[in-house]
T-cell receptor, first 115, second 111 residues
Framework: DAGVIQSPRHEVTEMGQEVTLRCKPI?????LFWYRQTMMRGLELLIY????????DSGMPEDRFSAKMPNASFSTLKIQPSEPRDSAVYFC?????????????FGPGTRLTVL | GQQLNQSPQSMFIQEGEDVSMNCTSS?????WLWYKQDPGEGPVLLIA?????ELTSNGRLTAQFGITRKDSFLNISASIPSDVGIYFC???????????FGTGTSLTVIP
C-alpha cells in the first residue's frame, strides 16, 4: 500500500491567494483527519471525517479554512484568502475505524509558506 | 487549546542510556497514545494505552497510563541512534471527547 498521499509537498504562495491541499487516504480506511503543525502551537487537529462526513470541525481556525471529502478516496483543505500566519506543515491522516484512538497513519505533510 | 504538557522539552543522551519522558494534563484522559515523528515525516504510532495503570511494551519502549488518568510515561531502554526524533503523547479527554497532541519531547542520541 502506498500509504497516505498528500500533494503538493511544498507550497509557497502570496498573502491573499487561495491554497488547496489534497489528501488521498489509505484504501479501506473510514476516517480522515487534517492537522496543522507549527513550532508555536504544535500539532493541532483541524477536522475529522468519518465515512466522508465531517464529525468534528471544532479545530478549524476560522471561516477562511474549509475542508471537503467528496468521496472515500479524496479530501481537500482550502484556505481562502491565505495569510502569513497560516504558514505551517499540514498533515493528513487516516484510520480504519471511527474515532480518534485507532491507529492513525499520517501522510508526509504539505509545507505551506505564505509570504 | 493545548492541554497536554510534555517534559522534558528536549533531551541529549549517550547511546545506550535509558530515556524517560512524561505527559501531563490538568484533566482526566480516557486514552493515551505515544507517537514518534522523524524529521520531514508525519508521526507514527508507537504505543496505545486504554485504561488506568496499564503498562504496555513495544520492543525497547514501555509506556504507562497513570493511575490518576492525568498523566502517561514513556521509557526507552538502551537507546540507539535511530531513536532520534520528536516524541508526542496524544490523548482523548474524558470530558468533551476532545483529541489533543502534546507539546513534544525532542530526543537526540549521541553515538
Amino acid at each position: 500500500d502506498a500509504g497516505v498521499i498528500q500533494s503538493p509537498r511544498h507550497e509557497v504562495t502570496e498573502m491573499g491567494q487561495e491554497v488547496t491541499l489534497r489528501c488521498k487516504p489509505i484504501s479501506g480506511h473510514n476516517s480522515l483527519f487534517w492537522y496543522r503543525q507549527t513550532m508555536m502551537r504544535g500539532l493541532e487537529l483541524l477536522i475529522y471525517f468519518n465515512n466522508n462526513v465531517p464529525i468534528d470541525d471544532s479545530g478549524m481556525p476560522e471561516d477562511r479554512f474549509s475542508a471537503k471529502m467528496p468521496n472515500a478516496s479524496f479530501s481537500t483543505l482550502k484556505i481562502q484568502p491565505s495569510e502569513p500566519r497560516d504558514s505551517a506543515v499540514y498533515f493528513c491522516a487516516s484510520s480504519f475505524s471511527r474515532g480518534y484512538t485507532d491507529t492513525q497513519y499520517f501522510g508526509p505533510g504539505t509545507r505551506l509558506t505564505v509570504l | 487549546g493545548q492541554q497536554l504538557n510534555q517534559s522534558p522539552q528536549s533531551m541529549f543522551i549517550q547511546e545506550g542510556e535509558d530515556v524517560s519522558m512524561n505527559c501531563t494534563s490538568s484533566s482526566i484522559f480516557n486514552t493515551w497514545l505515544w507517537y514518534k515523528q522523524d524529521p520531514g515525516e508525519g508521526p507514527v504510532l508507537l504505543i496505545a494505552l486504554y485504561k488506568a495503570g496499564e503498562l504496555t511494551s513495544n520492543g525497547r519502549l514501555t509506556a504507562q497510563f497513570g493511575i490518576t488518568r492525568k498523566d502517561s510515561f514513556l521509557n526507552i531502554s538502551a537507546s540507539i541512534p535511530s531513536d532520534v526524533g520528536i516524541y508526542f503523547c496524544a490523548g482523548l479527554s474524558g470530558t468533551g471527547n476532545q483529541f489533543y497532541f502534546g507539546t513534544g519531547t525532542s530526543l537526540t542520541v549521541i553515538p
